[in-house]
């Protein structure tokens, strides 16, 4: 059985860092990698960023520059270090590991939207 946990939010004001963890507990066959995705109340699910595990990375354009996503050589961890914090930023952030997909190439895995998810750790950003 697959489990994967967060860790690592909390409350912050503008400007400040946060790092969030993620592990997964199972195997899961074929996984093309892990990622981060966010809600905030009144706003549609956003992916933040992914990390293949060819080891290519991608963000969303809001997080580009304060952001970093990584994995240990394992692959069944993933951090999402967050710097300059926005009160923007403020969500509900949940890891997802890909559940198996057909095509490992950047853009094509995170499509499916095919994951196993956490159950979310909030991220608060005080102006």
């Known amino acids: 059985q697959v489990r994967v946990q967060e860790s690592g939010g909390g409350s912050v004001q503008a400007g400040g860092s946060l790092k969030l963890s993620c592990v997964v507990s199972?195997?899961?066959?074929?996984?093309?990698?892990m990622a981060w995705y966010r809600r905030s109340p009144g706003k549609e699910r956003e992916l933040v960023s992914s990390?293949?595990?060819?080891?290519?990375?991608t963000y969303a354009d809001s997080v580009k520059g304060r952001f970093t996503i990584s994995q240990d050589s394992g692959k069944n961890t993933a951090s999402l270090h967050m710097n300059n914090l926005k009160s923007e930023d403020t969500a509900v952030y949940y890891c997802?590991?890909?559940?198996?997909?057909?095509?490992?190439?950047?853009?094509?895995?995170?499509?499916?939207?095919?994951?196993?998810w956490g159950q979310g750790t909030q991220v608060t950003v005080s102006s």
């Open positions: 997802a590991a890909d559940a198996g997909s057909p095509d490992c190439s950047s853009g094509s895995w995170q499509a499916l939207i095919n994951y196993y």
């Open positions: 199972g195997y899961i066959f074929g996984t093309c990698g």
């Open positions: 990390i293949g595990t060819d080891g290519t990375t």
